[in-house]
């Protein structure tokens, strides 16, 4: 093909794909295993190179804690006098003395909140104010109820002076009629004699008769009127007694309806420390199943007490009265001192173990420490003055002597058999023991750790722990 330019170029032509024959397949099937083998052989390498970076790292640390750990070294201290005593130790908590919690027995809107965290208060003064317009109407209407209920009284009371004077008035009138019935029976009498006579007539005597009978029932008609007005007299009294029954009633409501009010006006029940405030301004409280916790007052945080749970092994052998100091988070260099102040007897199980309540009481005039601190207090229990001290790991330590070896290390220090019974006896071995093998080793007259002591002293007395 030419171009414009003259060029030759020559044409491509493009090979189309034709059918593979029959022995091509099979080759093609042939070399299928040596590919999946090759394929395979790439995954592994590939998986070599992953796995290989920790394998080697561990590896490596390995030999560096391992391989190169060297042998047991052994550290020596001298055997010294000094003092040493027997402490028990806990975990407690710093508390005040008292500490009050301070709630609310009426509901309402909180108003006003006059104290917040930390304000020193006095018995008596104003906490916080709930709402009193509610109970302020509340008083208002138990006060009309009660002046309502004292006018119904003098009102009785006037009723029953009425019905006084109406009972003497019907008292008069029986009398009155009385007079009248005996005048004209008399009368009634004469003339009916006088009629039997022929003196008067007939229908005189019916008339004197009638006349009696009438003064007769008029009496009646009086006695009966004076017993009504007795009765109503009576019902009068017996209102104004219930009235003066509604009148105390009526003033309980009244007196209820003031301490309700009251009650509006929190304050504060001792003086001390303001050390919790669950309050604020325009929160409602409700008091209708028990009385929520509104404030918690700590009592003269200068003196405070720490709680702590003594293992029942360990509760018998603490007094009251005795020395203890205590370590916090807050002052890790600084120890603090107190005393046993009480040893409750009231058990505490947890998981079967079983602990006491151990209160040490001390000072805290500069107000460090704080209520909540966790404290790790020391309680001596024993103690022992100028004896032998060597570290407790020398009692344990036992070199590779044979027997005979043994024996003759005691002869040379002489020790006997009957002598290492004791525990002198078995310090005095452990150090002659400890001593030869660490002047073997170029150490000290006693080997073990440096931080733990037990001394034996004079008369073959132990102690179980030791402090410098």
């Known amino acids: ?42 995954s592994m390498m590939s998986r070599a190179l992953l ?38 130790q806990a975990t407690g908590t710093i508390n005040p003395v008292n500490t009050v919690p301070v709630g609310s027995v009426v509901s309402g809107n909180v108003v006003s909140v006059s104290v917040d965290f930390n ?24 006060q009309a109820s009660y002046q309502n209920a004292v006018a119904n009284v003098a009102n009785l009371e006037a009723q029953i002076g009425t019905g006084q004077a109406n009972v003497n008035t019907m008292k008069a009138n029986v009398a009155k009629a009385h007079a009248t019935t005996i005048d004209m029976g008399t009368t009634q009498n004469r003339t009916k004699l006088l009629a039997d006579q022929g003196v008067f007539s007939g229908q005189q005597r019916d008339d004197a008769q009638a006349n009696y009978d009438e003064a007769v029932a008029s009496e009646n008609a009086a006695a009966a009127q004076e017993k009504q007005a007795e009765s109503q007299l009576a019902s009068t009294v017996a209102q104004r007694d ?13 007196d209820s309806a003031k301490l309700e009010l009251s009650y509006c006006t929190i304050r504060a029940p ?22 929520p916790n509104l ?32 370590r916090v988070d807050s002052f890790p260099r600084e120890t603090f001192n107190g005393t046993v102040s009480q040893v409750r007897m009231n058990a505490t199980t947890i998981q079967n173990v079983v602990t006491y309540n151990t209160m040490v009481a001390f000072d805290n005039l500069d107000l460090r420490l704080f209520p909540g601190m966790t404290a790790y207090i020391s309680i001596p229990v024993a103690e022992a003055k100028n004896v032998v001290k060597i570290p407790n790991g020398a009692l344990r330590y036992k070199p590779d002597l044979t027997d005979n070896e043994r024996t003759a290390l005691y002869a040379k220090y002489g020790i006997q058999d009957s002598a290492r019974a004791t525990p002198a006896g078995r310090v005095a071995a452990t150090s002659a023991v400890g001593g030869a093998a660490a002047a073997a080793s170029g150490g000290a007259t006693a080997s073990g750790s440096a931080s733990e002591q037990t001394t034996g002293g004079p008369g073959g007395r132990t102690a179980q722990s030791a402090r410098r």
Not at 15 to 41: C, G, H
Not at 69 to 75: I, M
Not at 242 to 248: D, E, G, H, I, S
């Open 295 to 326: 404030f918690s007052i700590g009592q003269d945080l200068k003196h405070m007490l720490v709680y702590s749970n003594t293992d029942e092994a360990d509760v018998g052998r603490i007094k009251v009265g005795k020395q203890a100091t205590f």
């Open 270 to 291: 001792i003086d001390g420390t303001v050390i919790n405030r669950t309050v604020n301004v325009g929160q409602p409280v409700a008091a209708s199943l028990q009385a």
């Open 51 to 88: 796995v290989a970076p920790p394998v080697a790292l561990i590896l490596w640390m390995g030999y560096v804690t391992v391989g190169t750990r060297t042998t047991a070294q052994y550290f020596t201290a001298k055997v010294e006098h000094g003092d040493i005593s027997q402490v028990v």
């Open 1 to 42: 093909m030419k171009t414009a330019a003259g060029e030759t170029w020559k044409a491509t032509t493009r090979s189309w794909p034709v059918r593979s024959s029959v022995p091509e397949k099979n080759q093609n099937m042939a070399r299928l295993p040596e590919i999946l083998k090759l394929f395979w052989l790439r």
């Open 119 to 142: 304000s020193q208060v006095k018995k008596g003064d104003i906490l916080a104010q709930i709402d009193p317009v509610p109970f302020e109407n509340a008083l208002a209407q138990a």
């Open 242 to 254: 219930q009235a003066k029954a509604q009148v105390l009633i009526q003033k309980a409501a009244v």
